[in-house]
Protein backbone atom coordinates (compact mmCIF):
# COMPACT_ATOMS: atom_id res chain seq x y z
CA UNK A 1 0.00 0.00 0.00
CA UNK A 2 0.87 3.50 -1.00
CA UNK A 3 -1.35 5.13 2.12
CA UNK A 4 -1.00 3.63 5.91
CA UNK A 5 -2.89 6.11 7.52
CA UNK A 6 -6.40 5.61 7.48
CA UNK A 7 -9.61 6.53 9.63
CA UNK A 8 -13.02 4.77 9.12
CA UNK A 9 -16.01 6.77 10.06
CA UNK A 10 -19.22 4.70 10.81
CA UNK A 11 -21.19 2.58 12.94
CA UNK A 12 -21.59 -1.14 14.20
CA UNK A 13 -21.83 -3.65 11.15
CA UNK A 14 -20.32 -1.93 8.42
CA UNK A 15 -17.97 -0.36 10.18
CA UNK A 16 -16.11 -3.43 11.25
CA UNK A 17 -16.69 -5.35 8.00
CA UNK A 18 -14.12 -2.27 6.98
CA UNK A 19 -11.91 -2.99 9.62
CA UNK A 20 -11.77 -6.80 8.87
CA UNK A 21 -10.66 -5.72 5.56
CA UNK A 22 -7.70 -3.33 6.40
CA UNK A 23 -6.49 -5.86 8.41
CA UNK A 24 -5.64 -8.21 5.56
CA UNK A 25 -3.38 -5.23 3.97
CA UNK A 26 -2.28 -3.07 6.51
CA UNK A 27 -1.46 -2.89 10.33
CA UNK A 28 -4.05 -2.00 12.36
CA UNK A 29 -1.96 0.00 14.78
CA UNK A 30 -2.09 2.78 11.87
CA UNK A 31 -6.20 2.83 11.55
CA UNK A 32 -8.62 4.72 14.02
CA UNK A 33 -11.91 3.91 13.08
CA UNK A 34 -14.45 7.01 14.67
CA UNK A 35 -18.18 5.52 15.53
CA UNK A 36 -21.32 7.44 16.07
CA UNK A 37 -22.31 7.77 19.66
CA UNK A 38 -26.05 8.73 19.26
CA UNK A 39 -27.55 5.43 18.23
CA UNK A 40 -31.11 5.43 21.10
CA UNK A 41 -32.66 2.64 20.55
CA UNK A 42 -32.50 -1.43 21.86
CA UNK A 43 -30.30 -1.85 24.44
CA UNK A 44 -27.71 0.89 24.15
CA UNK A 45 -30.28 3.09 23.80
CA UNK A 46 -31.66 1.31 27.46
CA UNK A 47 -28.36 1.86 29.12
CA UNK A 48 -28.10 5.31 27.33
CA UNK A 49 -31.35 6.76 29.33
CA UNK A 50 -30.32 4.92 32.61
CA UNK A 51 -26.57 5.70 32.65
CA UNK A 52 -27.20 9.54 30.78
CA UNK A 53 -24.06 8.64 28.45
CA UNK A 54 -23.13 8.75 24.71
CA UNK A 55 -24.44 5.13 23.16
CA UNK A 56 -21.94 2.62 23.17
CA UNK A 57 -23.65 0.10 21.00
CA UNK A 58 -22.04 0.95 18.00
CA UNK A 59 -18.60 1.01 20.03
CA UNK A 60 -18.86 -2.29 20.95
CA UNK A 61 -19.98 -3.94 17.88
CA UNK A 62 -16.36 -2.52 15.81
CA UNK A 63 -14.72 -4.31 18.41
CA UNK A 64 -16.20 -7.22 18.42
CA UNK A 65 -15.82 -7.44 14.82
CA UNK A 66 -12.52 -7.35 15.32
CA UNK A 67 -11.95 -9.60 18.82
CA UNK A 68 -10.78 -13.14 18.58
CA UNK A 69 -12.24 -15.88 19.90
CA UNK A 70 -10.49 -16.21 22.90
CA UNK A 71 -12.66 -15.48 26.47
CA UNK A 72 -12.40 -11.58 26.36
CA UNK A 73 -14.26 -11.77 22.44
CA UNK A 74 -16.95 -14.03 23.55
CA UNK A 75 -17.72 -11.95 25.94
CA UNK A 76 -18.25 -8.83 24.35
CA UNK A 77 -20.43 -10.77 21.40
CA UNK A 78 -22.75 -12.24 23.74
CA UNK A 79 -26.18 -11.56 23.95
CA UNK A 80 -28.12 -12.98 26.74
CA UNK A 81 -30.95 -14.81 25.19
CA UNK A 82 -33.49 -16.40 27.85
CA UNK A 83 -35.56 -14.66 30.88
CA UNK A 84 -35.07 -11.25 32.65
CA UNK A 85 -31.87 -10.59 30.61
CA UNK A 86 -32.92 -11.52 26.76
CA UNK A 87 -31.57 -8.97 24.33
CA UNK A 88 -29.22 -7.66 26.84
CA UNK A 89 -25.37 -7.43 25.06
CA UNK A 90 -22.71 -8.53 27.62
CA UNK A 91 -20.35 -6.02 25.78
CA UNK A 92 -22.58 -3.22 26.33
CA UNK A 93 -22.36 -3.88 30.05
CA UNK A 94 -18.66 -4.11 30.07
CA UNK A 95 -18.44 -0.92 28.32
CA UNK A 96 -20.73 0.65 30.62
CA UNK A 97 -18.91 -0.47 33.87
CA UNK A 98 -15.20 0.80 31.96
CA UNK A 99 -17.02 4.46 31.36
CA UNK A 100 -18.48 4.16 35.05
CA UNK A 101 -15.04 3.56 36.50
CA UNK A 102 -12.81 5.94 33.75
CA UNK A 103 -15.41 8.58 33.10
CA UNK A 104 -15.83 8.63 29.67
CA UNK A 105 -16.76 5.91 26.55
CA UNK A 106 -13.64 7.03 24.78
CA UNK A 107 -11.77 5.80 28.18
CA UNK A 108 -13.56 2.44 27.97
CA UNK A 109 -13.06 2.14 24.48
CA UNK A 110 -9.67 2.11 25.05
CA UNK A 111 -9.50 -0.30 28.25
CA UNK A 112 -11.36 -2.86 26.35
CA UNK A 113 -9.09 -2.57 23.00
CA UNK A 114 -6.52 -2.63 25.13
CA UNK A 115 -7.85 -5.89 26.75
CA UNK A 116 -8.53 -7.65 23.81
CA UNK A 117 -4.83 -7.11 22.42
CA UNK A 118 -6.30 -4.95 19.27
CA UNK A 119 -4.36 -2.62 17.53
CA UNK A 120 -6.57 -0.03 15.70
CA UNK A 121 -8.48 3.00 17.81
CA UNK A 122 -11.49 2.70 18.33
CA UNK A 123 -12.66 6.53 19.04
CA UNK A 124 -16.22 7.17 19.70
CA UNK A 125 -16.49 10.64 18.13
CA UNK A 126 -17.80 12.21 21.60
CA UNK A 127 -18.30 11.72 24.88
CA UNK A 128 -21.31 13.37 25.30
CA UNK A 129 -24.98 12.60 25.92
CA UNK A 130 -26.42 13.94 22.87
CA UNK A 131 -29.40 13.18 20.42
CA UNK A 132 -29.28 13.33 16.44
CA UNK A 133 -32.56 15.94 15.38
CA UNK A 134 -33.45 15.60 11.34
CA UNK A 135 -34.23 18.56 9.85
CA UNK A 136 -36.67 17.65 6.86
CA UNK A 137 -37.77 19.52 3.80
CA UNK A 138 -41.04 20.32 5.32
CA UNK A 139 -39.74 22.08 7.68
CA UNK A 140 -40.01 20.00 10.59
CA UNK A 141 -37.45 18.62 13.02
CA UNK A 142 -37.70 15.15 14.88
CA UNK A 143 -35.36 14.36 17.46
CA UNK A 144 -34.10 10.90 18.43
CA UNK A 145 -32.25 8.26 15.48
CA UNK A 146 -35.65 5.59 16.64
CA UNK A 147 -37.92 8.46 16.47
CA UNK A 148 -36.25 9.53 13.11
CA UNK A 149 -36.56 5.98 11.60
CA UNK A 150 -40.14 5.30 12.66
CA UNK A 151 -41.35 9.34 12.08
CA UNK A 152 -45.04 9.06 10.70
CA UNK A 153 -44.02 11.14 7.22
CA UNK A 154 -41.62 8.80 6.43
CA UNK A 155 -41.87 10.27 3.03
CA UNK A 156 -40.54 13.62 4.02
CA UNK A 157 -36.79 13.55 2.81
CA UNK A 158 -33.99 14.66 5.60
CA UNK A 159 -32.13 17.68 4.45
CA UNK A 160 -29.39 18.40 7.37
CA UNK A 161 -28.56 16.88 10.55
CA UNK A 162 -27.75 18.88 13.86
CA UNK A 163 -27.67 17.66 17.67
CA UNK A 164 -29.12 18.47 20.59
CA UNK A 165 -27.35 19.48 22.97
CA UNK A 166 -24.15 20.18 20.34
CA UNK A 167 -21.84 17.72 21.32
CA UNK A 168 -18.07 18.28 22.02
CA UNK A 169 -15.87 16.11 19.61
CA UNK A 170 -13.18 13.98 20.94
CA UNK A 171 -10.23 15.54 19.76
CA UNK A 172 -8.13 12.36 18.97
CA UNK A 173 -10.88 11.84 16.53
CA UNK A 174 -10.34 15.69 14.49
CA UNK A 175 -6.32 15.01 15.03
CA UNK A 176 -6.83 11.51 13.15
CA UNK A 177 -8.46 13.31 10.47
CA UNK A 178 -5.65 15.57 10.18
CA UNK A 179 -3.10 13.23 9.85
CA UNK A 180 -5.35 10.97 7.78
CA UNK A 181 -3.74 9.83 4.12
CA UNK A 182 -7.12 7.60 3.65
CA UNK A 183 -10.46 8.67 4.67
CA UNK A 184 -12.85 5.87 4.26
CA UNK A 185 -16.78 6.43 4.68
CA UNK A 186 -18.29 3.34 5.78
CA UNK A 187 -21.65 1.41 4.68
CA UNK A 188 -24.39 1.95 7.13
CA UNK A 189 -27.59 4.62 7.73
CA UNK A 190 -26.43 7.28 5.23
CA UNK A 191 -27.93 10.23 7.32
CA UNK A 192 -28.18 8.83 10.98
CA UNK A 193 -25.26 7.46 10.83
CA UNK A 194 -22.69 8.79 8.96
CA UNK A 195 -24.48 11.91 8.98
CA UNK A 196 -24.66 12.40 12.91
CA UNK A 197 -20.70 11.96 13.16
CA UNK A 198 -20.30 14.14 10.22
CA UNK A 199 -22.02 17.08 11.93
CA UNK A 200 -20.00 16.93 14.93
CA UNK A 201 -18.35 20.17 15.66
CA UNK A 202 -14.78 20.04 13.62
CA UNK A 203 -15.54 16.67 11.66
CA UNK A 204 -16.61 17.97 8.45
CA UNK A 205 -13.82 21.37 8.80
CA UNK A 206 -11.13 18.78 8.84
CA UNK A 207 -12.36 16.58 6.34
CA UNK A 208 -12.84 18.99 3.79
CA UNK A 209 -9.73 20.81 4.39
CA UNK A 210 -8.03 17.35 4.07
CA UNK A 211 -5.63 16.04 1.02
CA UNK A 212 -6.78 12.47 2.13
CA UNK A 213 -7.88 10.10 -0.35
CA UNK A 214 -11.98 10.15 -0.15
CA UNK A 215 -13.32 7.06 -0.23
CA UNK A 216 -17.03 5.65 0.19
CA UNK A 217 -18.41 2.01 0.30
CA UNK A 218 -22.45 2.17 -0.56
CA UNK A 219 -24.98 0.15 1.00
CA UNK A 220 -26.67 -2.47 -1.18
CA UNK A 221 -30.19 -1.91 0.49
CA UNK A 222 -32.04 0.24 1.60
CA UNK A 223 -30.88 3.62 0.65
CA UNK A 224 -31.70 6.00 -1.98
CA UNK A 225 -29.76 6.16 -5.68
CA UNK A 226 -25.90 6.26 -6.03
CA UNK A 227 -26.35 9.97 -7.23
CA UNK A 228 -28.45 10.87 -4.02
CA UNK A 229 -25.50 9.15 -2.04
CA UNK A 230 -22.85 11.11 -3.47
CA UNK A 231 -24.49 14.21 -3.39
CA UNK A 232 -25.74 14.03 0.33
CA UNK A 233 -22.37 12.77 1.32
CA UNK A 234 -20.26 15.68 -0.61
CA UNK A 235 -22.61 17.40 1.49
CA UNK A 236 -21.93 16.24 4.44
CA UNK A 237 -18.39 15.95 4.05
CA UNK A 238 -18.05 19.11 3.00
CA UNK A 239 -15.82 17.73 -0.20
CA UNK A 240 -16.54 15.68 -3.41
CA UNK A 241 -15.41 11.89 -3.07
CA UNK A 242 -12.39 10.42 -4.98
CA UNK A 243 -13.79 7.49 -5.30
CA UNK A 244 -17.14 5.41 -4.86
CA UNK A 245 -17.78 1.47 -4.63
CA UNK A 246 -20.73 -0.06 -5.05
CA UNK A 247 -22.31 -3.29 -5.35
CA UNK A 248 -23.94 -3.95 -9.06
CA UNK A 249 -25.06 -7.74 -9.26
CA UNK A 250 -28.08 -8.77 -8.48
CA UNK A 251 -29.10 -10.59 -5.37
CA UNK A 252 -30.49 -14.44 -5.20
CA UNK A 253 -34.23 -14.61 -5.09
CA UNK A 254 -34.11 -15.64 -1.37
CA UNK A 255 -32.39 -12.61 -0.24
CA UNK A 256 -34.57 -10.39 -1.83
CA UNK A 257 -37.64 -12.33 -0.77
CA UNK A 258 -36.29 -11.84 2.70
CA UNK A 259 -35.58 -8.02 2.94
CA UNK A 260 -38.35 -6.90 0.55
CA UNK A 261 -41.23 -7.94 2.77
CA UNK A 262 -39.67 -5.90 5.77
CA UNK A 263 -39.53 -3.31 3.16
CA UNK A 264 -36.47 -3.29 2.05
CA UNK A 265 -35.14 -2.31 -1.69
CA UNK A 266 -31.98 -2.83 -3.78
CA UNK A 267 -30.05 0.91 -4.19
CA UNK A 268 -30.52 2.35 -7.85
CA UNK A 269 -27.51 2.44 -9.85
CA UNK A 270 -29.04 5.62 -11.12
CA UNK A 271 -25.70 7.60 -12.59
CA UNK A 272 -24.59 9.05 -15.38
CA UNK A 273 -21.84 11.00 -16.67
CA UNK A 274 -22.97 14.25 -15.84
CA UNK A 275 -21.70 15.98 -12.87
CA UNK A 276 -19.99 13.05 -11.12
CA UNK A 277 -16.69 13.87 -10.21
CA UNK A 278 -16.25 10.52 -8.06
CA UNK A 279 -14.71 7.61 -9.93
CA UNK A 280 -17.24 5.06 -9.08
CA UNK A 281 -16.06 1.31 -8.80
CA UNK A 282 -18.90 -1.49 -9.34
CA UNK A 283 -18.24 -4.67 -8.57
CA UNK A 284 -19.70 -8.30 -6.73
CA UNK A 285 -19.29 -6.74 -3.14
CA UNK A 286 -21.36 -8.60 -1.19
CA UNK A 287 -19.97 -11.46 0.77
CA UNK A 288 -20.19 -14.99 -0.62
CA UNK A 289 -20.64 -16.04 3.00
CA UNK A 290 -23.94 -14.17 3.80
CA UNK A 291 -24.77 -15.52 0.58
CA UNK A 292 -24.49 -19.11 1.52
CA UNK A 293 -25.98 -18.78 5.20
CA UNK A 294 -28.80 -16.75 4.14
CA UNK A 295 -31.43 -19.15 5.53
CA UNK A 296 -29.83 -18.24 9.46
CA UNK A 297 -30.41 -14.79 8.83
CA UNK A 298 -31.69 -13.57 11.99
CA UNK A 299 -33.74 -10.48 13.11
CA UNK A 300 -33.27 -7.23 14.77
CA UNK A 301 -35.32 -8.59 17.70
CA UNK A 302 -36.04 -4.55 18.56
CA UNK A 303 -36.15 -3.27 15.22
CA UNK A 304 -37.82 -5.83 13.46
CA UNK A 305 -35.76 -6.38 10.29
CA UNK A 306 -33.17 -8.46 9.08
CA UNK A 307 -30.00 -7.98 9.97
CA UNK A 308 -26.85 -9.83 8.20
CA UNK A 309 -26.14 -8.01 4.76
CA UNK A 310 -22.64 -8.02 4.59
CA UNK A 311 -19.75 -6.67 2.51
CA UNK A 312 -16.84 -8.61 1.44
CA UNK A 313 -13.92 -7.85 3.38
CA UNK A 314 -11.43 -9.80 0.85
CA UNK A 315 -12.86 -7.93 -2.44
CA UNK A 316 -12.47 -4.67 -0.70
CA UNK A 317 -9.33 -5.28 0.01
CA UNK A 318 -8.22 -5.98 -3.02
CA UNK A 319 -10.16 -2.77 -4.43
CA UNK A 320 -7.67 -0.45 -1.81
CA UNK A 321 -4.89 -2.09 -3.12
CA UNK A 322 -5.76 -1.17 -6.63
CA UNK A 323 -7.04 2.05 -5.93
CA UNK A 324 -3.32 2.57 -4.05
CA UNK A 325 -1.39 0.82 -6.82
CA UNK A 326 -3.42 2.08 -10.29
CA UNK A 327 -3.82 5.58 -11.48
CA UNK A 328 -6.91 4.77 -13.16
CA UNK A 329 -9.68 1.99 -11.89
CA UNK A 330 -10.62 -0.35 -15.65
CA UNK A 331 -10.55 -3.72 -13.88
CA UNK A 332 -14.20 -4.81 -13.40
CA UNK A 333 -14.43 -6.19 -9.61
CA UNK A 334 -15.84 -9.66 -10.09
CA UNK A 335 -14.87 -13.08 -8.46
CA UNK A 336 -11.75 -13.58 -9.92
CA UNK A 337 -9.41 -16.93 -9.28
CA UNK A 338 -7.21 -16.47 -6.23
CA UNK A 339 -4.33 -16.34 -8.78
CA UNK A 340 -5.19 -12.71 -9.99
CA UNK A 341 -2.71 -10.16 -9.79
CA UNK A 342 -4.03 -7.88 -7.17
CA UNK A 343 -3.74 -11.03 -4.70
CA UNK A 344 -3.12 -10.41 -1.00
CA UNK A 345 -1.05 -13.05 0.47
CA UNK A 346 -2.91 -13.26 3.70
CA UNK A 347 -6.63 -13.78 2.03
Not at 54 to 69: C, F, N, Q, R, Y
Not at 171 to 188: D, R
Request: aromatic share 6%; hydrophobic share 40%.
Amino acid sequence: MKYHDFVTIGNGTGQGVILQALRKITDLDRVTAIVGVTDNGGHSGALRRELHSPSMGDVKTVISALAGENVWGQLVRHRFREGLLKGISMGNLILAALMEEGGSLNHASMRLVQALDLKASIVPVSDSDVQVVADLEDGTEVEGEWEIINRANRDVPIIEIHHHPEPVTNQQALKSIEEANWIIICPGTLWLGTGSILASPGIRDRIAKSSAILLAIGNVLTQPGVSDNLKSIAKMGGRNLEYYLQHDQELPEKILEIYTEKGFKPVVDDLDDNGVTAQVIRGDLVSPSFVQKIDRVHYDSVRGYPHAMRHDPEMLARIFIHISEATEIEEGFSSKPREERWEVKDF
